[in-house]
């Protein structure tokens, strides 16, 4: 059993429409060694801060050690992320994680700027105006009044942006479809070039239309597989996603970091409750 303890609160409903969900992390410590941090790629920015405890995040290559108090943002990533913190001291941490296609509304830089990256809110906002909502934050007395604080200036930078009707709706068409959707078709579907869409997700999401169906894709088939991990292989149901099995196993490393099998038998409660 673990002694972490994660619970899910309601966003504002002015951005129900933008925030996917804001998750707390807590835990007193005595996390067990076989306790995983992993957290697959789903094509959403995560704004994170931490007010309890140590905590590195890790994006591929790129790791940040995460001062408490201070506002993250993990930018859109194509490879698993690592939040790294003392399993054996008390920790606390909050995470509002956007919908795929609204932090172009939120968060005013160029998405590729933030893949695969972890910055500091400042780096996006300017210093002074970030320490000002940090110190709001920190003075707060519980992670519920934090996780307003931080909503209410995601509703003035919402209230200072435009739509982009064309790219939100390729990107529903994308989840709608749960990846399996060609490029020719959404070029078809908007009357734009392949080269016109890459070069919109990438300013919009970060990422381009097919990378974002392959996390969709994969999304779709690990939320299969968490629902019935002693089935899920056996029954072959990742044949309604992918080619074959070695397409699949390959996805699956890509994104997890490990081999389907492997991971069945590992503990991942930080990764997985969120994609339940």
């Known amino acids: 059993m673990s002694n972490l303890a994660i619970r899910r609160l309601s966003p504002s409903p002015v951005l129900k429409e933008y925030i996917k969900d804001i998750w707390v992390f807590e835990s007193s410590g005595r996390l067990g060694k076989a306790e995983m941090q992993t957290i697959a790629p789903n094509g959403a920015v995560k704004l994170l801060l931490h007010y ?8 591929g290559e790129h790791a940040s050690l995460m001062a408490k108090h201070q506002l993250f943002v993990a930018g859109v990533s194509d490879c698993p992320t690592i939040a ?5 001291k ?21 998405q590729h700027e933030l893949r695969n990256t972890i910055v500091t809110f400042g780096e996006l906002i300017g210093t002074p105006a970030a320490r000002i909502l940090e110190e709001r934050m920190y003075l707060a007395s519980n992670p519920e009044d934090k996780a307003v604080l931080l909503q209410e200036y995601l509703i003035w930078a919402l209230n200072r942006t435009e739509r982009d009707e064309t790219f939100e709706h390729v990107a ?9 959707i ?14 016109w869409l ?8 970060g990422i381009g239309p097919k990378a974002f169906s392959s996390i969709v894709r994969f ?23 992918y080619y ?4 699949f196993i390959k996805e699956f490393k890509r994104f997890i970091g490990y081999s389907p099998t492997r991971y069945t038998a590992l503990q991942n409660d930080v990764g997985e409750i969120i994609y339940r």
């Open 244 to 247: 074959d099995q070695a397409h």
């Open 198 to 205: 890459r070069a919109k997700f990438a300013e919009r999401l």
């Open 90 to 110: 008390p920790f606390g941490c909050i995470s509002i994680e956007l919908n795929p296609a609204a932090a172009y509304r939120l968060l005013a830089v160029p």
């Open 219 to 241: 999304q779709s088939c690990f939320q299969a597989l968490l629902r019935d991990k002693s089935g899920f292989l056996q029954s072959r149901h990742f044949n309604d996603h």
């Open 52 to 59: 309890e405890g140590h905590l590195v995040g890790r994006i």
């Open 182 to 195: 060609s490029m020719a078709a959404l070029s078809h579907e908007t009357g734009r070039s392949d080269r």
């Open 172 to 180: 529903a068409a994308i989840m709608n479809a749960r990846g399996l």
């Open 84 to 88: 790294d913190f003392d399993r054996g």
